[in-house]
C-alpha cells in the first residue's frame, strides 16, 4: 500500500524533531521518554516476557516507568518475584495531562510522573516517572517556579531529618551517598526540590520528605530541558482523556489523596469534549473499576 505524501512528510519531521532534541541533550538512555509532540498521547505500550531472574522494579527502571505503573498495569503479578515467562504490560503510553502547557512543569500526583513540553526548539513531551512525598511529608500541590539549578549538589540535611537520623552530618557533599542525587531544580526557599536520587527503587512510590525524585539516568536529561524561572505545577489528575486517531480514550489512576468521585470526574471529561454518545458504557465503568493507569478505548 502507499502512504500519502503528506503521511510520509509528517512522520518525517517528527522524528527529525526528535533527533533534533537527542543532539542537543547529549546521550539518552535506552527508554527515555521525549516523544515528538505536540500531542494527546505520547508513548507506546508493549508485552514482554519475564527473564530469568528479572522483578518487576527492573523492568519498569528499563523502560523509565516508575513501581508503581508496572504494578498498576499487571494486577495479580508478584512484581518481586515474577514467574520466568510470565507476559508483562509494559505501560509506556501516556495521556497528557489537561495542566500541561508549552513552558509548564506538571508533576501529576495521581499517576507520578513530570510533564514538560519546552516552548522553544522541536516541539516535543518530556515524561519522567517520580517519587514523592510520603504520609506525613507529602509532596504539597500548588503553583511553583524553578528558582535554581544546581548540578553536584550538596545536601544541607533539614533538622527534622537529622532527629530521625542523628549519626548523619549537617551536610553530605557530592557523590553516590547523597540521596539529591547529581542534579536538582529548587522550586521553594524551605526546601522543595525535584532532583535525583541514590536510590531508584523509589521511583513510581511515595517514600520521600516531600521532594520529587527522578531515575539518575533522567533528572540530567530534565536539567539541561528547564530554565531557571520555569513555572511548576503540581497537580491531581486521577482521571484523563484524550482523543487520538479517532479514538475516544481514558486513563485512570487510583489516587485515595484525590477525593473525588471518579464517575463524575470522568462524566466531566467526556462531556466537555462533547464526546457522550460516542461512550461504550461497560468499556468505561471497567476502566473505571479497575484504575490500571493505562489508556483504555472507551468508545463504541
Known amino acids: 500500500m502507499a502512504f500519502p ?51 518487576l522494579i527492573e523492568v519498569a527502571r528499563t523502560y523509565d516507568l516508575g513501581f508503581n505503573e508496572i504494578a ?27 495542566a500541561v502547557a508549552p513552558g509548564r512543569l506538571v508533576v501529576n500526583l495521581s499517576e507520578l510522573r513530570l510533564y514538560f513540553v519546552p516552548v522553544s526548539g522541536p516541539p516535543v513531551v518530556a515524561t519522567f516517572p517520580v517519587g514523592t512525598g510520603s504520609e ?12 535554581e539549578k544546581r548540578a553536584d549538589p550538596p545536601w544541607h540535611v533539614p533538622l527534622s531529618i537529622r532527629r530521625e537520623h542523628p549519626r548523619l552530618p549537617a551536610v553530605v557533599p557530592p557523590g553516590p551517598d547523597n540521596p539529591l542525587g547529581s ?18 527503587w523509589g521511583v513510581g512510590r511515595a517514600v520521600s520528605h516531600g521532594c520529587i525524585r527522578l531515575y539518575p ?5 530534565l536539567f539541561r530541558l528547564v530554565p531557571v524561572g520555569t513555572p511548576v505545577a503540581i497537580v491531581r489528575e486521577p482521571v484523563k482523556v484524550a482523543v487520538q486517531d479517532g479514538r475516544l480514550l481514558i486513563e485512570v489512576h487510583r489516587d485515595d489523596g484525590a477525593q473525588i468521585d471518579y464517575a463524575a470526574e470522568a462524566t466531566r471529561l467526556i462531556l466537555a469534549r462533547d464526546a457522550l454518545g460516542q461512550v461504550n458504557a461497560l468499556r468505561l465503568f471497567r476502566a473505571l473499576a479497575e ?9 463504541r
Open 72 to 98: 498498576a498495569a499487571n494486577p495479580g503479578l508478584d512484581p518481586f518475584v515474577p514467574p520466568t515467562g510470565t507476559p508483562v504490560t509494559i505501560p509506556g503510553e501516556h495521556v497528557v495531562p489537561a
Open 183 to 200: 542534579h536538582t531544580l529548587r522550586l521553594t526557599d524551605d526546601g522543595l526540590m525535584i532532583h535525583g536520587t541514590n536510590r531508584p
Open 217 to 221: 539516568e533522567d533528572i540530567p536529561v
Open 136 to 147: 506525613g511529608t507529602e509532596t504539597p500541590p500548588g503553583s511553583y517556579r524553578v528558582m
Open 5 to 55: 505524501r503528506v503521511a510520509i512528510v509528517k512522520r518525517w519531521h517528527r522524528r527529525t524533531a526528535l533527533l533534533a532534541w537527542v543532539a542537543l541533550l547529549g546521550t539518552l538512555p535506552a527508554e527515555a521518554a521525549v516523544f515528538p509532540g505536540p500531542g494527546e498521547v505520547v508513548g507506546r505500550s508493549l508485552l514482554r516476557e519475564v527473564r530469568p531472574g528479572e522483578s
Open 291 to 299: 484504575k490500571r493507569g493505562v489508556p483504555v478505548d472507551i468508545g
